[in-house]
């Protein structure tokens, strides 16, 4: 399918910008953090608790933040589906972090910095006050430097699957000393124990992947195929093509390999270059993801960029097989692709619909976001009746 740069349909924002009327924020904004302090929301996270009410999370990154010390997480409740917002609670040493509920127990799972400890909190009492992981039976679940975003978590074979990114590579530069591996445990075991957790191989990065191309692999997904297969489906860094990838990792049922083939493990994938979140949706036997697509105008014009530095494209896209990729409908779009980003979403199925949070680059009343990944904004959005 051909992305025209302005989309139509139901679900597309339009936006007018003039001189005399600055175009309003997409969504319902839940944080807003000006570009002059320094700090910059990141990693979103979107939870639907059992009770119907919705909690979401961001961090702070950025040169006035903390994030290479101990990171600061806040979490924010809405009682009305998404109409407004309040921040219950702010947690230090928490970073690119994922909430999510399991047997009826709150929980959120990143590092505790960047490229810090991989860690795990639960909260008692909806997100207001969360415990400490001080060691190997509270939540620090291993030591070292790790990587990971907001990812979604997989319940498969009576398992909870997680991947995550080893930092400690030999060549300590962005993309370089990234190497991947998925985290399991039974379902019925305490995540809060580092003993529950079992971990495969770390698969390190390798410069002659795609013709001696491969820049990066991070942020993967734990996905279940049609066939039963556990793979682990990661962003890909490609910076010699405008025509983005992802890579397939496959996972040994007990959780404890990881083996990849370069010659058939990359596949086309829609705004892959960026980050994505993939989930199946039983009702329509169709995955779905949330993408930054880079639209076919763009890729004429600007032949050669990273394609990883287009965000102002939010796409749904889906696929049956988890190999073949369409977009189904544009979002959100904005003509600028240079301080305006909408990314990094995080999504769950409510029904018919899609609710999802948006690390959203924007204007306001500072000038805008430093840049379109320094993003400004938290925001919300839903996606009605996603299928049609």
């Not at 319902?28 to 979103?44: D, E, M, N, R, T």
């Amino acid at each position: 399918m051909k992305i025209p740069f302005w989309g139509t349909g139901l679900f597309v924002c339009w936006f007018l910008i003039s001189s005399s009327l600055a175009a309003q924020v997409p969504g319902v904004v839940i944080a807003h953090s000006l570009a002059s302090s320094g700090q910059y929301i990141g990693s979103p996270s979107i939870c639907i608790l059992s009770n119907g009410d919705y909690l979401a999370s961001h961090d702070f990154f950025g040169p006035k933040s903390t994030e290479h010390s101990s990171a600061v997480s806040h979490v924010y409740l809405s009682k009305n589906r998404g109409k407004s917002w309040t921040k219950i609670s702010q947690i230090q040493g928490q970073f690119w972090s994922k909430l999510f509920e399991l047997n009826g127990k709150l929980y959120i799972m990143g590092t505790n910095k960047h490229h810090g400890n991989t860690i795990i909190r639960n909260s008692l009492d909806g997100g207001f006050t969360w415990s400490e992981p001080v060691d190997a039976e509270h939540g620090l679940l291993i030591e070292g430097e790790y990587h990971c975003a907001p990812m979604p978590f997989l319940e498969h074979n009576g398992r909870l699957w997680r991947a995550m990114e080893d930092a400690m590579g030999p060549i300590k530069k962005w993309g370089k000393r990234y190497g991947t591996f998925m985290m399991s445990m039974p379902l019925d075991a305490d995540p809060m124990l580092a003993a529950s957790w079992t971990k495969t191989n770390v698969l390190r990065y390798d410069s002659t992947y795609l013709n001696n191309h491969f820049g990066a692999w991070i942020e993967g997904n734990a996905v279940l195929d049609p066939q039963g297969q556990v793979w682990n489906i990661l962003r890909v860094d490609n910076k010699s093509t405008m025509d983005e990838y992802a890579a397939m990792v496959k996972i040994s049922a007990d959780g404890k390999e990881s083996s990849f083939d370069p010659e058939h493990g990359f596949i086309r994938f829609p705004g892959g270059a960026k980050k994505f979140s993939i989930r199946f949706d039983p009702k329509s036997k169709k995955y779905w993801t949330l993408s930054n697509v880079i639209p076919d105008t763009t890729k004429v014009k600007h032949s050669g960029k990273n394609p990883a530095s287009f965000r102002n494209t939010l796409a749904l896209c889906f696929s049956g097989d988890l190999k073949n990729w369409e977009v189904k409908q544009v979002i959100f779009q904005h003509p600028d692709e240079i301080k305006h980003g909408f990314q990094y979403v995080d999504w769950q199925f409510q029904g018919n619909h899609i609710v999802l949070a948006c690390r959203t680059a924007y204007d306001d009343e500072d000038g805008g976001a430093h840049n379109n990944h320094d993003a400004n904004f938290l925001t919300f959005y839903r996606i009605k009746r996603f299928r049609k």
